[in-house]
């Protein structure tokens, strides 16, 4: 079971939509005319199932853990974040999620926040970034960003979630002090420089390359639309940004990549099939196997066997 507590205050309590979606489009419900919906608010609970989930992230966001464990893997690498652990993933990034639970099943707080308070918080600190933006400039940058676990960001968040138990029309209000005051607590840590760098990139809100899109999901089940919004394009924009780029249609490109990594691994690891599926993106193992065959003309065991007799 899920308990979604949104800003404003609606208390919401429902199971998962799907195993595969938008966070946070497809699961807060859409709103209304009056609403703020710059910082939004999730409380996920789960105390009776391990659950697993895809999710293409439409929002920067800010996550702590407060019970359970959570395994995730972003493009091809794999991170556990432990109770009372932050981690900050931006826009934009598809994530395989795995739940795992503790004592009081699986619990976490995200936030998430728009280009505009994103903003906001760096005019605010405009003086105190000018000092520092040479350090930030030189930041790898990375998919996941994980904090560990400090006494003051816990504080914050177990204030968070008491808000969020309770009835007070001024939720909203009070998320949006608490998450200023952690962004200041950050910058006044050793993340001080990790910090600027994730409210940077969502300050400037731009649209994603297409080469760092494919970069990163290219070898996970994304779908070509899918591809297409964790761009910030339509369907037909990708399309052909896609083929300008690389010189052909992306669906024949992106399958044709998938199966030449199939290969390799069929050639170079003792991974089962099923395996070698999964990591290379396909939907199931007889789909995998019908278009192997189709390209190389060869299922992928009679490749195998042919590789190894070479």
Known sequence: MILFYLCPNDKKVRTMPTKRFFVPDD??????????????????????????????????????????????KVA????????????????GEYVMSEYIMGENGFQSLMIFFSKKVAQDLIEQISGYLSKHMSDVSRMKKEAIKIIPHNPDIEKIFSAIAAYSNGESPFICELLKLKFTELIYLLLDSPYQRLILSFLLDAARGENPSIS????????????????????????????????????EPPHGWIRKKKLERAAYLLNTSDKTIEEIAETSGFVSSPHFARLFKEYYQFTPSEYRAKQTKS
């Open 27 to 72: 699961i807060i419900r859409p709103a209304r005319p009056d609403e703020n919906t710059n910082l939004r608010l999730l409380q996920y609970v789960n105390s009776t199932t391990q659950e697993n989930y895809d999710a293409f992230l439409t929002h920067f966001a800010m996550v702590y853990i407060l019970s359970g464990v959570k395994q995730i």
């Open 76 to 91: 091809q690498n794999k991170f556990q974040i432990q109770p009372g652990e932050l981690f900050l993933i931006p826009r």
């Open 212 to 247: 760092s899109v494919i970069e990163s999901n290219l070898y996970s089940s994304a779908t070509l639309n899918e591809l297409a919004i964790l761009s910030g394009r339509s369907l037909s924009s990708f399309k052909r940004e896609f083929s300008l780029q690389y010189g």
